[in-house]
């Protein structure tokens, strides 16, 4: 009886480690840093495709002048303390970065040189996310959930929402302005478009926890939960979210962690996640292929971003950075 438990067990793991077939083609590759920091965010001005900058932990901000290829540290003189640089954002040589500890900074030359903007200590939260709209304006989100615009510079600050939404991670803005959040927990998700008046709550989708969510090309939504599992929901509306996908094949209990999705054009779809997982479709989500050159890649993929078709990176620990070269 036990050897056919064990025959049955066998049978079963190996079922479940099937996954999705290998890229032929890897059209990432990993650029040299002069940092072992953690990689929050990156942004490019989009006035200028060749100026972009990265923040991360340990106060890390990294220019680059060459479309990315390359890659400088620049100092910031942000007094004593440890600070985690969790957002930036640039326009027309105008830029913003936000984190932890409560830290604003500002630069109005292009990054030359970068102004620390005082925060009133009555601010519900930590800055983690900043958006440039331009001359002057920006909207800063917090950790819970507050978010405020400046037009003039970051001297004074209007809040957009009448109350905070409580603590939050993963969120997320599209160019409409409108954002996503995740319960810290992952335990619901919330919604919320410039003109409402507070932050809409929505259960989560399954009993898995729910990890990131974003917005597709369309307006619609999509959502990572625990267990490598994906779903879409194509018009936003409530309750209408597909069933769920596994891009990892049949892997159970087995599978990876799965963090981040970006679209590369409406049906080219690229996911991160731990241990140098990276998974694309190009049929929309329907099938999946895994780039297993990035697997060798010691480090977790926290964030994917694709500024054009053409321009993308992957952000990770141990400064980790991929920029996509195209097949």
């Known amino acids: 009886m036990r050897r056919v438990w064990a025959m049955i067990l066998c049978v079963f793991l190996l079922g479940c480690a099937r996954g999705p077939a290998a890229l032929a083609v890897h059209p990432w590759e990993p650029v040299p840093l002069p940092t072992t920091a953690t990689l929050m965010d990156i942004a490019f001005d989009p006035d200028n495709a060749q100026h ?27 007094g004593e303390g440890l600070y985690r640089l969790t957002a930036v954002s640039m326009r027309s040589g105008e830029g913003w970065v936000v984190g932890k500890p409560a830290l604003l900074l500002h630069t109005t030359d292009g990054g030359q040189s970068w102004v620390r903007i005082p925060l009133d200590e009555r601010l519900p939260g930590a800055p983690i996310a900043i958006a440039a709209l331009g001359t002057g304006q920006a909207e800063m989100t917090t950790d819970l959930g507050a978010i405020y615009r400046t037009t003039d510079g970051g001297q004074s600050w ?28 992952g335990n619901f998700y919330s919604t919320w478009e410039p003109g409402q008046a507070a932050w809409v ?66 049906q080219e779809l690229w996911l991160t996640g ?16 895994q780039d297993k050159e990035v697997e060798k890649i010691p480090a977790n993929l926290y964030r994917i971003v694709f500024f054009t078709p053409e321009q993308g990176f992957i952000l990770g620990n141990q400064g980790t950075l991929l920029r996509y070269r195209g097949v």
């Open 52 to 78: 972009g900058w990265v923040v991360g932990t340990e106060a890390t901000l990294l220019e680059t002048q060459d479309g990315g290829k390359t890659w400088a540290l620049r100092a910031l003189d942000v």
């Open 158 to 185: 209007q809040a957009q929402v009448q109350q905070a939404l409580g603590a939050a991670r993963d969120l997320d803005r599209d160019g409409q302005g409108r954002y996503t959040a995740v319960s810290t927990k």
């Open 201 to 266: 709550q929505h259960n989560r989708e399954s009993s898995r926890r729910v990890q990131s969510m974003g917005f597709m090309p369309s307006g619609g939504l999509w959502m990572l939960s625990q267990a490598g599992e994906l779903r879409f929901n194509p018009d936003g509306q409530e309750g209408n979210w597909t069933k769920p996908r596994q891009p990892e094949g049949n892997v159970g209990f087995l599978g990876i962690g799965l963090l981040d999705m970006a679209y590369r054009s409406a």
């Open 274 to 289: 731990g241990s140098g997982t990276l998974y694309v479709s190009q049929d929309g989500g329907q099938t999946w292929q």
